[in-house]
Nanobody, 115 residues
Framework: QVQLVESGGGLVQAGGSLRLSCAAS????????MGWYRQAPGKQRELVAT???????NYADSVKGRFSISRDNAKNTVYLQMRRLKPEDTAVYYC?????????WGQGTQVTVSS
């Protein structure tokens, strides 16, 4: 199994920046890709960004050009740099580790963007 611990959420004004971190432990070798998802109140969980072991990235259209996903393999950590935040980015952000068999989730971190 993979365990994930997120950090870095908080309250920020519109136009500001935040960086989320997600540290992975456990069966690291089984991870094919890692990603960030978010869930706003009353809405379904949605993809924000993913990054493969080879460094290939994918972004939701709503965050392209504003968010950047990266990983530090030495630290088993993935980051989400968020810039030019908007109130509609307010959500609980979840880190995910994707393997062939399953997806492991972190506990989530709240990001609130005030207008």
């Amino acid at each position: 199994q993979v365990q994930l611990v997120e950090s870095g959420g908080g309250l920020v004004q519109a136009g500001g920046s935040l960086r989320l971190s997600c540290a992975a432990s456990g069966s690291i070798f089984s991870i094919n890709a890692m990603g960030w998802y978010r869930q706003a109140p009353g809405k379904q969980r949605e993809l924000v960004a993913t990054i493969t072991n080879g460094g290939r990235t994918n972004y939701a259209d709503s965050v392209k050009g504003r968010f950047s996903i990266s990983r530090d393999n030495a630290k088993n950590t993935v980051y989400l740099q968020m810039r030019r935040l908007k109130p509609e980015d307010t959500a609980v952000y979840y880190c995910a580790a994707l393997t062939i068999a399953t997806t492991s989730w972190g506990q989530g971190t709240q990001v609130t963007v005030s207008s």
